[in-house]
């Protein structure tokens, strides 16, 4: 009878051992955002890839992988005090690699972000040729399979502290057709104050071009299935960079005024968005251009904001870039499913790039995007949330 009893004691034993072990092995510890970091865990091209954390104490939380130094998911309180994740991303690393996805989602963009004309450049007589991958022009440093921008690379990641991630890339002379050995160092910091703040610094060994931006499509909703219609936006810019039917900036700087782009004073971005009797929403879709700032490089003072009547979020930018890209999602058709399954479709969030002009490199009348040995690139970029 006693051994019988302790054969009973030790299955049971045994059984609630496997129970706790299972129970462990399913109460992962997430994200706020729902995120599980071991998904992100990685091998790409031999580089490793993860998912870093970064928090304040207001509970506000970004999490942001090496792979392309991407933003995967920004929480931020809604005018309720309830946490809402408001950029568009992937629950796992494998769907941003290039061969599942081609996509800009939450992505620190180099060598130039933006376009360049048919991807030619003449820079101290010497014809640069680079990737040509969106209409015959060179855009976001050339994505084609095989020759990948700075969003497709896997950046050294240090975090000294629970609100900071630095990361670094070099990119060798010829990278995709650039010139220069580039050293670039791209810092993320969660302020006291909600903001993110991204810092960007680079030096090269000969003279190039370097434009950087970050990519993160933004829903201050929370909820990728209502579109950013009803968002109301403000510009502070009263001119714009016109294109024509392949994108490309025509090289003349237009005032917004009395056209839809000019949200100098707030409105919903929807508002306007389908007037195709206006040539720069017909070539664009919709929005896709470089407003020119008021705001003359003076990183204090708002460039755009952005308000979600739905949630109550605010976001100000802040950056000493002179233009800002907006684009609102239009080529997004459902095709692609992000975080919690939901499939992305069409002006599902707004993209707010913080850069030069694009084409820069051939308009020397607008400001210059050379950067020369011993001199250090820098740019600057602040996303700052509220309520209201």
């Not at 049971?12 to 071991?38: E, F, N, R, V, Y």
């Not at 290039?98 to 101290?124: C, H, K, M, T």
Request: with cysteine.
């Amino acid at each position: 009878m006693k051994s019988a009893m302790r054969i009973a004691a030790v299955a049971t034993l045994c059984a609630m051992a496997g129970a706790c072990a299972h129970q462990a092995s399913t109460d992962k510890a997430l994200t706020l955002s729902g995120l599980d970091p071991d998904n992100f865990r990685a091998k790409y091209r031999g580089d490793s890839t993860a998912l870093y954390t970064l928090t304040n104490a207001n509970g506000m939380e970004v999490c942001v992988t090496n792979f392309g130094g991407r933003i995967v998911s920004v929480s931020v309180p809604d005018r309720d005090g309830v946490f809402r994740d408001v950029v568009l991303g992937f629950d796992s690393i494998a769907d941003y690699f290039p061969e599942n996805n081609l996509s800009d989602f939450g992505a620190a963009i180099g060598r130039y972000a933006n376009r360049i004309n048919q991807g030619r450049v003449v820079l101290d007589g010497d014809t640069l040729k680079l990737p040509r991958n969106n209409y015959g022009h060179c855009l976001h440093g050339g994505t084609n399979m095989g020759s990948f921008g700075w969003q497709y690379r896997v950046y050294s990641a240090e975090q000294p502290d629970d609100t900071t991630l630095v990361l670094s890339i070099e990119s060798p002379d010829g990278d995709n057709g650039f010139p220069g050995k580039v050293n670039a160092v791209v810092t993320y910091r969660l302020t006291s104050d909600n903001a993110i703040d991204i810092d960007y610094k680079a030096t090269t060994d000969r003279k190039t071009i370097i434009n950087l931006t970050n990519h993160s499509y933004f829903n201050l909703s929370g909820d990728p299935e209502k579109t950013v219609a009803d968002d109301e936006l403000t510009i502070y810019a009263s001119a714009f960079t016109p294109v024509d039917s392949t994108f490309m900036t025509t090289g003349e700087i237009a005032p917004v005024a009395g056209t839809p782009l000019d949200f100098t004073v707030a409105k919903p971005i929807g508002r306007d968005i389908d007037q195709r009797d206006c040539e720069q929403i017909k070539n664009a879709n919709g929005y896709d251009h470089n407003w020119v700032l008021d705001t003359a490089g003076d990183d204090s003072k708002v460039a755009a904001t952005v308000y979600s009547p739905a949630s109550g979020i605010v976001m100000d930018v802040y950056t000493n870039e002179p233009g800002i890209q907006v684009y609102t999602g239009n080529f997004l058709d459902g095709s692609v499913t992000g975080k919690g399954g939901h499939a992305y479709q069409q002006r599902s969030a707004i993209c707010l790039e913080t850069q030069h002009y694009p084409d820069s490199p051939n308009k020397p009348q607008w400001p210059s995007v050379v950067l020369n040995p011993g001199e250090t690139y820098s740019s600057h970029c602040v996303y700052k949330f509220s309520t209201k």
